[in-house]
């Protein structure tokens, strides 16, 4: 009988135990890697190479410096979204019009950090899924996310061109 007791006083620490967190963010994809290996998502590939029209125009190498292949991700979305990287403020005044024309507000992120963090708590998963690390994310978020087959189907009805996406299936146009 004892021996039950002191089985019950562990289950139930245990359970209480997956259920406590106290304000800790919640963690709802819980993907872990075995090994101390480096992380692949964390590496981002560099620009390709390119031979240069005029080999003297080259910068000088410098150790640890900057390279012509780096990414550079902030000056890509901006001429992506046709402004010109490096010319500041007053260069784009075009682009950051056309970006602030419905407004702008300058605490947008912390508003959806809280927000996010409402609805991770919200969604955190069943006392089971903590207690054992199951992944979660997906089905917290799945309101969220768009059908893609859906919008896919959607703009092919109205004859728009996607020429990226996979051809249509038999019956779909």
Known sequence: ??????????????????????DKSPQLMNIRSATQGPDEFGILPPKALE???????????????????DPTPKEDAI????????????????????????????????????EDLEWR??????????LFNVNVYYKAYSAQSLDQQAELFRWRQRGVRT?????????EQ
């Open 1 to 22: 009988m004892r021996t039950a007791r002191v089985i019950l006083a562990v289950s139930v620490a245990a359970i209480l135990a997956g259920c406590g967190g106290g």
């Open 121 to 130: 708590r919200d969604n955190n998963g069943r006392i089971l899924e903590r």
């Open 51 to 69: 031979l240069p029209k005029d080999m003297a125009a080259l910068p000088e190498p410098t150790p640890g410096g900057a390279n012509l292949t």
């Open 163 to 171: 020429p990226s996406a996979p051809p249509p299936k038999d019956g």
């Open 79 to 114: 001429l992506a979204l046709g402004g010109r990287p490096g010319g500041g403020a007053g260069g784009d005044a075009g682009l950051i019009n056309h970006i602030s024309r419905y407004g702008v507000n300058g605490s947008i992120r912390n508003t959806l950090a809280a």
